[in-house]
């Protein structure tokens, strides 16, 4: 049971352009939200994150959205780059009395950012 | 600064063989986590340590796995007796002390058994 879902497994968008990414999930536990970025060979380095006492949280080119109500997140990168160019991961964790150290992925969106 | 390291970086096994996978941590990070990547998934969470203490170990998949972290810096994922379906990556990742700072992760190992 697929806890945190990303529907697209892959997305093209051109240079300059915005990309969106989807992050669905199904837990209503879960209370805290990253989005994590992946070249190929290295392993996944954090981008941005927001709790969810929050909708929105921005840095820089990219910004997250929560709609807690509709399970749903979304990551906009503005303007996009060629660099961009990675596997994105959606995560999540429960915080509680244990904290947030339990992260649950989705199954990671491959973004092309053609020049 | 040095990131997070792991060795091997490729590790190939034949079934039933033991392996021992190396993570070196952040220098200072209090909190180190193991993720298995399976080919098309995103990382699953294995076990966490603080320090020397193993946390959480709820998502070791057998008892054939096993993770130590002695001196509370270095760690050592070890499977034995591999199995195929063991086959994929194995992610490090350490953070400075709270559980909820950020997870930084390492190369991983890609392991494949035959």
């Known amino acids: 049971d697929q806890q945190v879902k990303q529907n697209s497994p892959s997305l093209s968008v051109q240079e300059g352009r915005i990309s969106i990414l989807n992050c669905d999930y199904t837990?209503?536990?879960?209370?805290?939200f990253l989005w994590y970025k992946k070249y190929p060979a290295e392993g996944p380095t954090f981008l941005i994150s927001?709790?969810?006492?929050?909708d929105k949280n921005e840095d820089g080119r990219f910004t997250v959205f929560l709609n807690k109500s509709a399970k749903h997140l979304s990551l906009h990168i503005v303007p996009s780059q060629p660099g961009d160019s990675a596997v994105y991961f959606c995560?999540?964790?429960?915080?509680?009395?244990?904290?947030?150290?339990?992260?649950?992925f989705g199954k990671g969106t491959l973004l092309t950012v053609n020049p | 600064g040095a990131g997070v390291s792991q060795s091997p970086r490729y590790k190939v096994a034949k079934r039933g063989q033991d392996v021992a996978l190396r993570c070196d941590p952040i220098?200072?990070?209090?909190?180190l986590f193991w993720y298995q990547q399976a080919l098309g998934q995103g990382p699953e969470f294995l076990t966490y340590f603080q320090n020397e203490a193993q946390l959480d170990k709820s998502g070791l998949p057998s008892d054939r796995f096993f993770a130590e972290r002695p001196e509370g810096s270095v760690s050592t994922l070890k499977i034995q007796r591999t199995q195929q379906e063991d086959s994929a990556v194995y992610l490090c990742a350490s953070s400075w002390a709270g559980s909820t700072d950020t997870q930084y992760f390492g190369p991983g190992t890609r392991l494949t058994v035959l």
């Open positions: 995560a999540a964790s429960a915080g509680g009395l244990v904290g947030n150290y339990k992260l649950t």
């Open positions: 220098s200072g990070h209090v909190s």
């Open positions: 837990n209503s536990m879960f209370d805290y």
């Open positions: 927001i709790s969810s006492i929050k």
